[in-house]
């Protein structure tokens, strides 16, 4: 297990609702905990995954998250199962929206 | 002068007399007829063969002649060796066996699927020369020039007692290698799988083969392209999403093949529902060249689907076949004749488009699904994977993106070749690399090419869950370069694009993204497909879908 922690600027998440539950830890896959944060201009984000070695790409991937979706304001936890980027991308998207209600 | 020395031009045929005269003298055939009692087929193959031989040993992706491979293995290697094979693949262990006991000594084929570590082995070893990796249509093209076969060893369904083949929906590689064979002065021995006073139908004429042999089993069939819908992820319906948005539907791409794989079996899950939706029933995928994929049965049963014509059968789906005979390709008997060698033409000349799947791609574009200790060969993919120069006829599909590739005063049109890929495999191995194994691969095999699937400039689009990159736009070898860094997603050579470039290749439609498409990705749900297991295919085929046990879990 490795445990990573990120934090983006994001523009602000609109009218923060229930948190977001989104996906399942399974092989190749990963649950995503989405939760109002402290900050409402950053994004915060704790993973921990079975896949050591990939902190790069994590930081890639959120990165690319915060800047195209206002996710600040958010706290996000993920645990991951070696999912790959594009099922993380898919599944933050979903979580971000489940977390805004559909107002996104 | 010398006058010419008198030269026999008949050595072929009397060559196959002496051969079928040391048979009957062992009390095979002759005036016994054709039927070969199953524990005297050491004694026939070892009074046919001729060291040196090149021997023809039938199997493919489905059918395979298993017993007649195994037999072949267990001759003595001091009275059959040298032996050249042709084979369309290399499957079984016994047709290694052949090599490792010292029966054979060089290898042409197009495809070794499971057995590609084995053989990569025996490279490293010397103990095999490979002669050429060929696709399907080239070898079958070799049959008829400098590789025919001296003796072919083929499986069948049925024989009558004259020798008459029926092959069942099976027919597969049998036509073009029986063709070969008993035209050019070869023997023809055949496996079956029952002996029948009547046959259903009459597949090989009973005087282009020399002996049949009642196998103690049926011949093996391998369900290659059965994709279990419960398996297909989010990821690979919103590529398919992509691909039916972003090409299927702006082509009007009706004549088409699928490659195996979940990513296209999503596709054709996706028909009746999210591409019915788009209002493109009737306008696309009306016409194949395709196995008999369980996965196009809901396309089928809703209308999709105007004809298929297959390479060979699917486990389980003869009946469903048989049932919809305006669909496949079947005889006055009811059952399907499949024909790799027609297929395939069909797939290089009739098809507007190709969409498949890969293991690696570099930045050019090439492809490979060859990686380090694996020698896989090709199989059809090459050929239905790349633009036919000898092609004439036109077609919307084909002339649009013949005019996107050469501007619009194009005097020939273009294929589609598709290839869609998730930009990581399982292990977060990266599809997208700057170099192919199947560089250092060459280096190993002594080959005079590297075994790269499908070449760069033949891909006219890249999908990958990050979007589309339409390579006939590109203008130049740095737009290429851009346009697939451009949908490399989170890879090192993703994250090694130019931005900049990108965004331009972007704003010129060359690189879509699925917001570009209208295509919000947290719609992509397996809720769109329109069947999530395969009980689904099952109901949706009526009950006639009957899939092998290992794919039920009910």
């Keep these: ?104 | 002068m010398n006058a010419p020395l008198p030269r026999q031009w008949d050595s072929l045929r009397q060559n196959r007399g002496r051969r079928l005269e040391r048979a009957a003298s062992l009390g095979l055939a002759g005036k016994n007829g054709k039927e070969i009692p199953v524990d005297r087929i050491i004694d026939l193959l070892e009074a046919v063969i001729q060291p040196g031989d090149r021997v023809c040993l039938e199997g493919n992706n489905q059918k395979q002649a298993d017993f007649l491979s195994e037999a072949l293995a267990d001759c003595d290697p001091a009275r059959i060796n040298h032996l050249s094979m042709v084979q369309s693949v290399l499957a079984l262990p016994s047709h290694v066996d052949l090599f490792e006991r010292g029966l054979a000594s060089r290898l042409d084929f197009s495809f070794s699927g499971p057995q590609g570590a084995r053989l990569a082995k025996l490279v490293q070893e010397q103990r095999i020369e490979i002669g050429s990796i060929h696709t399907y249509l080239e070898l079958f093209g070799r049959y008829f020039l400098d590789l025919t076969p001296n003796v072919a060893l083929i499986a069948a369904q049925a024989a009558d007692a004259e020798g008459n083949l029926y092959l069942g929906p099976n027919t597969e590689d049998t036509p073009a290698i029986v063709e070969a064979t008993a035209f050019k002065g070869g023997i023809v021995i055949a496996q079956v799988n029952e002996r029948l006073e009547k046959l259903p139908r009459v597949d090989v004429p009973a005087d282009w083969v020399d002996f049949t042999v009642l196998a103690p089993k049926p011949n093996y069939i391998e369900p290659l392209f059965t994709r279990d819908p419960a398996q297909i992820t989010e990821v690979q319906v919103l590529m398919a999403m992509m691909a039916i948005k972003g090409i299927y539907a702006e082509y009007g791409v009706t004549r088409l093949n699928h490659g195996i794989g979940f990513d296209t079996a999503a596709i054709e899950l996706l028909l009746p529902t999210y591409a019915a939706e788009l209002g493109l029933k009737g306008n696309i995928c009306t016409h194949w060249a395709l196995n008999p994929h369980p996965t196009l049965i809901p396309a089928i049963e809703s209308g999709f689907v105007e004809s298929v014509h297959c390479f060979g059968s699917e486990v389980g789906m003869d009946a469903y076949i048989s049932a919809r005979s305006d669909v496949f390709f079947t005889g006055a008997d009811g059952s399907m004749r499949s024909n790799r060698a027609f297929s395939q033409t069909a797939g290089l000349y009739a098809c507007d488009m190709f969409i498949g799947s890969t293991l690696q791609m570099d930045l050019a574009g090439n492809s490979s699904t060859a990686t380090l200790g694996r020698i896989t060969g090709f199989g059809g993919a090459p050929n239905m994977g790349s633009d036919p120069h000898g092609r004439r006829h036109a077609s919307p599909a084909w002339l649009k993106a013949g005019r996107e590739a050469y501007g619009p005063n194009a005097i020939r049109g273009r294929k589609l070749v598709v290839q869609m890929v998730e930009t990581f495999r399982e292990h977060m191995a990266p599809v997208f690399v700057e170099e192919l194994d199947a560089w250092q691969l060459q280096k190993v095999m002594g080959a005079d090419l590297p075994p790269i699937m499908i070449y760069g400039d033949d891909v006219s689009h890249i999908v990958t869950e990050e979007g589309i990159a339409n390579l006939l736009l590109c203008r130049t070898p740095e737009e290429r370069e851009q346009a697939i860094r451009g949908v490399a997603g989170f890879t090192p050579v993703g994250m090694a694009r130019d931005k900049g470039a990108v965004e331009n290749l972007r704003d010129r439609g060359i690189i879509r993204r699925p917001e570009d498409l209208g295509i919000d990705p947290r719609l992509a749900t397996r809720d769109l497909l329109a069947a999530r297991s395969v009980k689904d295919l099952v109901r949706w085929s009526g009950g006639l879908y009957a899939p092998p046990s290992r794919f039920r879990n009910w």
């Design chain 1, 1 to 104: 297990m490795e445990t990573l922690n990120f934090q983006f600027a994001s523009a602000p998440a609109s009218a923060a609702a229930d948190p977001a539950l989104c996906g399942v830890v399974g092989s190749g896959n990963l649950e995503i905990l989405l939760n109002a944060g402290d900050l409402p201009n950053q994004c915060v984000v704790e993973i921990k995954t079975s896949a050591r070695g990939f902190a790069e790409t994590w930081q890639a991937v959120i990165g690319a998250f915060a800047a195209a979706h206002p996710a600040g304001g958010t706290r996000i936890a993920i645990n991951d199962m070696g999912a790959t980027p594009a099922v993380v991308s898919l599944r933050l998207a979903q979580a971000l929206a489940e977390y805004q209600g559909g107002a996104q």
